[in-house]
């Protein structure tokens, strides 16, 4: 069972900054498509970014371009986020996600972490 885990999440003020980490586990080769979620309290789950780990192509939501940065370690399974300039609105339980099919950045395929919690305080 392949296990994705992330750390990093914390409670900091507006203009804050926090680096999220996401690891996986259990698994024996490279992920192409690695990705970060979000879910704010009572509202759906929403794309952030994703990164293509062959050539390290980034793709951003338009609600944190210029402000996030996604990034993957040197081995192939794990992930990174850094958050720059934190609004309260970016307050929500971020997820790691990954596509176990090498060339494919599916989310209807994606093995998904468990989530930590980032509050932005006003």
């Known amino acids: 069972q392949v296990h994705l885990q992330e750390s990093g999440g914390d409670s900091v003020q507006a203009g804050g900054s926090l680096r999220l980490s996401c690891a996986a586990s259990n698994y024996d080769s490279d992920f192409y498509c690695m990705a970060w979620y979000r879910q704010a309290p009572g509202k759906e789950r929403e794309y952030v970014a994703t990164?293509?780990?062959?050539?390290?192509?980034?793709f951003y939501a338009d609600s944190v371009k210029g402000r996030f940065t996604i990034s993957g370690g040197n081995a192939k399974t794990t992930l990174e986020l850094q958050m720059n300039s934190l609004k309260p609105e970016d307050t929500a339980v971020y997820y790691c996600?990954?596509?176990?099919?090498?060339?494919?950045?599916?989310?209807?395929?994606?093995?998904w972490g468990q989530g930590t919690q980032v509050t932005v305080s006003s």
């Open positions: 990164i293509h780990l062959d050539d390290g192509s980034t």
């Open positions: 996600a990954a596509d176990p099919t090498w060339g494919s950045c599916d989310s209807g395929s994606f093995y």
